[in-house]
C-alpha cells in the first residue's frame, strides 16, 4: 500500500522533526551561509510560457503563466516557483525507485498555481490527481492541464507550436522514460479554511496523499492551510494514513515555526534531503497523522 511503504521508506532515509527550535536553527543556520549568487533559478516569472524538463518524463511540461504585473496571479500562483520544479524532479526520481507507488496512488495538490508538482505527478501515472487552488486561479490551471494532458507521445510539438510567440525558456534536466498514461486529472476550488467533502474529491475514493509547493509564506495563510491539513488527515475511513508531502523555501523564520510548531502537534513529520545545495534554502517535508 502507498501510504505504508512510504512511510517506511521515509523513515530510513529521511530527518526526524521533533523540536521546532532545532529545525529552525539547523536549516536558517545553512540559510544565511548560502549565497544567494549560488543558486540555480529553475523558472522566470517573466516568460508567458515556459518547457520546463523533469527527469522521468519524456515530454517537457509547458507551464502557461500570468506575466501581467499589475495583476494579483502573477504574484502568488500565476507564475511557477522554484519549489514546485525540485519537488517534480525530486517526487518523480523516488517514483522509478519503487519506493513510492504512485501508480496506485490517489491524490490532491493544494495551492496548485499553475499546477506544475500535479501535472508531472499525472504524467508519471499517478492513479488519479486532482489540482486545486483559490477560485480565481483555476482558469490558468486549467490550461495548463489541457495543454500537458494534449500532449501525448508525438503529439507534444503540435501542441507546444500552437499559437506561441512569447519567450520560452527551457530548462536542461535530464528527460528519459516513457512512462506516461492516462489516468484521471482535475482540477478544482479548494479555499483552505473552509470544510471539504474529501469524498467528493476523490470520488469516494481513500485519499493517498497530499502534495503541497511553496505555500507556507505568511502567518495568516498559515493558520488556513493547518485547519485544511487537518482536516484532509482525518478524511480516511480504512485505518490508513495520508500522505502530506510539503516543500518549502526557506524565506521567513516566524512564519516557518508558526508551520512547524503547529503541525507537529499531531502530525509526525520528517525532512528528506535533496542536495547540499538546495538544502541551503529549501526544505520538504514528509508528514502524517499521530
Ligand atoms: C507561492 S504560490 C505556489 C504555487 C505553486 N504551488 C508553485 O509552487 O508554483 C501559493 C499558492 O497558494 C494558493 N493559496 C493561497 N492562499 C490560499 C487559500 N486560502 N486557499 C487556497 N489556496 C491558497 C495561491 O493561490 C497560490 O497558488
Not at 5 to 34: M, R, S
Not at 35 to 60: M, Q
Not at 216 to 223: F, G, H, I, P
Request: hydrophobic share 35%; aromatic share 8%; glycine share 8%.
Amino acid at each position: 500500500m502507498f501510504s505504508q511503504k512510504v512511510i517506511e521508506w521515509t523513515k530510513a532515509n529521511g530527518q526526524e522533526v521533533t523540536d521546532p527550535e532545532e529545525e529552525l536553527f539547523e536549516l536558517y543556520t545553512k540559510f544565511y551561509g548560502f549565497k544567494s549568487t549560488d543558486r540555480e533559478e529553475f523558472t522566470d516569472p517573466s516568460a508567458e510560457e515556459l518547457d520546463i524538463s523533469i527527469d522521468g518524463l519524456s515530454t517537457p511540461i509547458t507551464i502557461h503563466q500570468n506575466t501581467n504585473i499589475n495583476s494579483i496571479l502573477s504574484q502568488t500562483g500565476g507564475v511557477v516557483w522554484d519549489c514546485s520544479v525540485i519537488m517534480s524532479r525530486f517526487l518523480c526520481g523516488l517514483s522509478k525507485t519503487g519506493s513510492w507507488p504512485f501508480d496506485e496512488a490517489q491524490g490532491i495538490e493544494l495551492g496548485c498555481g499553475c499546477g506544475l508538482v500535479g501535472i508531472a505527478l499525472h504524467k508519471l501515472g499517478t492513479k488519479r490527481i486532482i489540482l486545486t487552488d483559490q477560485q480565481k486561479l483555476l482558469r490558468l490551471a486549467k490550461l495548463n492541464v489541457e495543454t500537458n494532458t494534449r500532449v501525448g507521445p508525438g503529439s507534444g510539438e503540435s501542441a507546444r507550436s500552437s499559437k506561441r510567440t512569447t519567450k520560452k525558456k527551457s530548462h536542461s534536466m535530464e528527460s528519459k522514460s516513457n512512462r506516461e498514461v492516462e489516468t484521471p486529472i482535475g482540477v478544482i476550488e479548494l479555499e483552505w479554511g473552509t470544510p471539504i467533502n474529501v469524498g467528493n474529491i476523490c470520488n469516494g475514493e481513500p485519499l493517498d496523499f497530499v502534495v503541497i509547493s511553496d505555500c507556507v509564506y505568511s502567518e495568516d495563510v498559515v493558520t488556513l492551510l493547518l485547519s485544511t491539513l487537518s482536516q484532509l488527515a482525518m478524511a480516511r475511513q480504512d485505518g490508513a494514513k495520508t500522505i502530506f508531502i510539503i516543500g518549502q523555501e526557506l524565506r521567513s523564520e516566524i512564519v516557518h515555526e508558526a508551520f512547524v510548531s503547529n503541525l507537529l502537534k499531531s502530525f509526525c513529520m520528517y525532512r528528506l534531503s535533496i542536495d547540499s545545495k538546495i538544502d541551503s534554502y529549501f526544505a520538504l517535508y514528509v508528514a502524517w497523522k499521530r
